[in-house]
């Protein structure tokens, strides 16, 4: 009995711990429960107060049971399930009621076995299309509210006289608490999916990055070298947490899926436009993880003890090339980090460099390889053997951050970069296009290409390639 109190005590500690390291580690979730908390109290005024609950009634408890279930962290996901239920709703109700009437017609013993036969097709229909991708996917939640508001309406019709006012009853709670969240998860503190998605795939980039040039460091005092030479890069040789930063990368798949999922739904904001190129985060990121994987084997390599300090003449070699290779590749990959977070070309430019050194001493390791007396004796072959697996992975790696570059390039343009000569142009367009909402006819006129956009207002502006004439051509003489 005595120990009771120290357990309660120790119990309460604990959980004032964890509940500030959960507010310290994303102080908007605090502001998420505040909001929640908001929104209930919103939509509880349907039974505070009189007149509300005399013209919804019990049914107000839908918009309270709406806030519950769809209001999410960021805005992409309460759009998602707003707009699903929504929408769901909406459907089902209807054909539950046009259901209902179609049963009536045929007589009271005709009417249950229509309305169990229409419950089981359309249930059953609607289960199977929640396997589709793209349903399980992005609908996934409306297909499941449309099987259970069809059933409730259906069911309930065959019992309920005024099945018409009940439904829209019903589905102006729903309504109510679903715009409810999504006015208060877009104007209060909102916190985007597209945005956590953007930092987090410069962050895992930038992780690959910070054990490549670590790994560098590494090689270079594991191995010996009392050269002293980029001294102030290896600064950090004794403090390896950032070469377990790696391994956030390996299991980040379903976060960017989900968080992917949810920007797709979010409306422009920020520096992100219609239709931002989310899939191409996904692919960044998959080629993120394919580059994690072959680093999960150099930290093997930094783990063992096994290795001999004798050195030769194609150790050095392969020692050298491999540091300039990791140091390089490390270096690249920060720079994708720096041009994804900032959402500017000039990283990309010096990643290129970077890269383009790496593959240079990639280079330099096959063509020193390819000299035959360097590996005349059999010992030598054997000592070298593990240096030659982690040259083979760097040289793997250095293809990996190749494909990684070439992804975030092509971000670049889809994105519109900052000072990305590339994509200005077709940026510049694209806005124009949006902001006039006009449509781009081409017309041929003899040698000659016009464009001519027709603008909503009546204007016209038009464009050619030699830029002669900058007004439209008059019309042709009868």
């Known amino acids: 009995m005595k120990s009771i109190p120290r357990k309660i005590k120790s119990i309460f500690m604990e959980t004032v711990k964890e509940t500030k390291r959960v507010g310290e580690e994303d102080p908007r979730r605090i502001i998420h429960a505040m909001k929640v908390g908001f929104a ?5 005024l349907f039974y505070y107060f009189r007149p509300l609950y005399n013209g919804f009634g019990q049914a107000g408890m839908w918009a309270i049971l709406t ?3 769809v209001f999410e962290f960021t805005v992409g996901g309460t759009l998602s399930k707003s707009l699903n239920r929504g929408c769901a709703t909406l459907v089902a109700g209807a054909l539950g009621v046009g259901a209902e009437y179609l049963a009536a017609l045929c007589g009271d013993k005709g009417e249950p076995v229509v309305l169990g036969l229409m419950v089981f097709v359309l249930a059953t229909t609607s289960t ?19 099987i259970l508001t069809f059933s409730l309406v259906a069911v309930s019709g065959f019992r309920v006289d005024q099945i018409l006012h009940l439904a829209h009853r019903r589905l102006s709670t729903i309504l109510i608490g679903g715009a409810s969240c999504i006015v208060i998860s877009i104007f209060v503190c909102p916190v985007w999916a ?32 009392e050269s002293g030479k980029m001294n102030s890069s290896c600064k950090h040789g004794d403090q390896k947490s950032f070469l377990e930063g790696y391994k956030s990368v390996l299991n980040s798949k379903a976060t960017e899926e989900s968080l992917a999922n949810f920007a797709w739904w979010e409306p422009p904001h920020g520096r992100f436009r219609f239709n931002h190129p989310w899939k191409q985060y996904l692919k960044i990121g998959a080629l993120a993880r394919d580059c994690a994987c072959l680093i ?63 593959k240079s001493a990639a280079h330099d390791l ?113």
């Not at 209930?40 to 509880?44: G, K, N, W």
């Not at 992780?207 to 460091?217: P, Q, T, W, Y």
């Not at 001999?308 to 140091?327: D, T």
């Open 40 to 44: 209930l109290t919103l939509v509880s």
């Open 194 to 225: 597209g945005q956590d998605l953007h930092n987090l795939i410069a962050a895992n980039i930038e992780k690959l990055g910070a054990f490549l040039e670590g790994f560098g460091c590494e090689f270079l005092i594991f191995h010996g070298d």
């Open 366 to 478: 096959k063509n020193a390889l390819e000299n035959s007396s360097l590996l005349s004796a059999k010992a030598d072959l054997q000592e070298i053997m593990p240096l030659l697996v982690v040259a083979s992975v760097l040289i793997d790696i250095n293809d990996g951050v190749d494909k990684i570059y070439e992804s975030v390039n092509e971000l670049s343009l889809k994105a519109c970069f900052k000072n990305n000569p590339k994509s200005s142009k077709t940026c510049e367009l694209h806005q124009q296009v949006i902001i006039h909402r006009g449509v781009v006819k081409p017309v041929n006129d003899s040698e000659e290409h016009v464009v001519v956009v027709v603008v909503d207002g009546g204007a016209s502006v038009e464009e050619s390639p030699e830029k002669e004439n900058r007004h439209p051509p008059p019309p042709p003489s009868q």
């Open 128 to 146: 199977f299309t929640r396997f589709f991708p793209n349903v399980k996917r992005k609908y996934d939640y409306g297909v499941l509210i449309f």
């Open 67 to 69: 806030v519950v279930v």
């Open 296 to 358: 999960q084997s150099l930290n093997g390599y930094i783990n063992s003890k096994s290795q001999s300090l004798v050195e030769s003449e194609v150790k050095m070699k392969i020692k050298e090339s491999c540091m300039k290779m990791s140091m390089e590749s490390g270096k690249a990959l920060k720079e994708l980090a720096s041009a994804v977070k900032t959402t500017a070309f000039h990283p990309l430019q010096a990643a290129g460099a970077h890269l383009q050194n790496s």
